[in-house]
């Protein structure tokens, strides 16, 4: 596609459930980023995949956050057991070399998956 | 502590106006600077993005100075249009991980007519 894309856009659970944020980054990028921005906030780094290598997790808030990214292209953010402080949007970058590159390689942002937890 | 403050939180201006946003960052190690511009309900894009020894980068009407040894950086936006309103966001690279990106909670700009 022209750009990072992000499903749903927009999410209403209950306390206590499962959700899964999908991300499809652009193609040919071997970089991706999970964000979160609370209201007022800045944005939060979650985690962080380079092509095959593991992925950095030291952003992950607790152990009910996880991801994984198949083929090295689309990725999926799980929270298990939703409470209403995960409330936020979940933004998903890509960028074309990552480590790998240059220190100035560029993100691209998705649009974002609001997430709200009542 | 690794921190990017932005200043002011918020700003109004007339259209057809410059103005200047600040940031002022503690990072270290410093790899880089960049600016995003972030429409409402949009992700965040990116307007520049300065290493160490860049002073300053322009991108059409935005320019980004930066001044590595006090450790500030500033956003001036040139005969800002409505379209300029959004919130623009400093963000400091300590290099490393790709995951070291320290976001400022950014500026809130509004343009009127």
């Known amino acids: 596609g022209a750009g990072v894309s992000q499903s749903p856009s927009n999410k209403v659970t209950e306390k206590g459930k499962d959700v899964e944020l999908r991300c499809d980054p652009i193609s040919g990028h071997t970089a991706l980023y999970w964000y979160r921005q609370s209201l007022g906030q800045g944005l939060e780094f979650l985690i962080y995949f380079q092509g095959n290598s593991a992925p950095d997790k030291s952003g992950l808030p607790s152990d009910r956050f996880s991801a994984e990214r198949t083929g090295g292209s689309v990725s999926t953010l799980t929270i298990q057991r939703t409470q209403q402080e995960d409330s936020a949007v979940y933004l998903c970058?890509?960028?074309?070399?990552?480590?790998?590159?240059?220190?100035?390689?560029?993100?691209?942002f998705g649009p974002g998956t609001r997430l709200t937890v009542l | 502590k690794n921190q990017v403050e932005q200043s002011p939180q918020s700003l109004i201006i007339l259209e057809g106006k410059n103005c200047t946003l600040q940031c002022n960052y503690t990072v270290s190690p410093f790899s880089n600077l960049r600016w995003y511009k972030q429409d409402t309900g949009r992700g965040p894009v990116s307007l520049t993005i300065m290493t160490f020894s860049e002073n300053t980068k322009s991108n059409g009407r935005y320019t980004a100075t930066l001044d590595a040894d006090t450790k500030q950086s500033s956003l001036h936006i040139t005969a800002s249009q409505l379209s300029d309103s959004a919130s623009y966001i400093c963000v400091v690279s300590g290099g490393g991980s790709q995951g070291n990106l320290i976001f400022g909670k950014g500026t809130k700009l509004s343009v009127k007519p």
């Open positions: 970058a890509s960028s074309p070399y990552g480590n790998r590159g240059r220190s100035t390689d560029t993100q691209y």
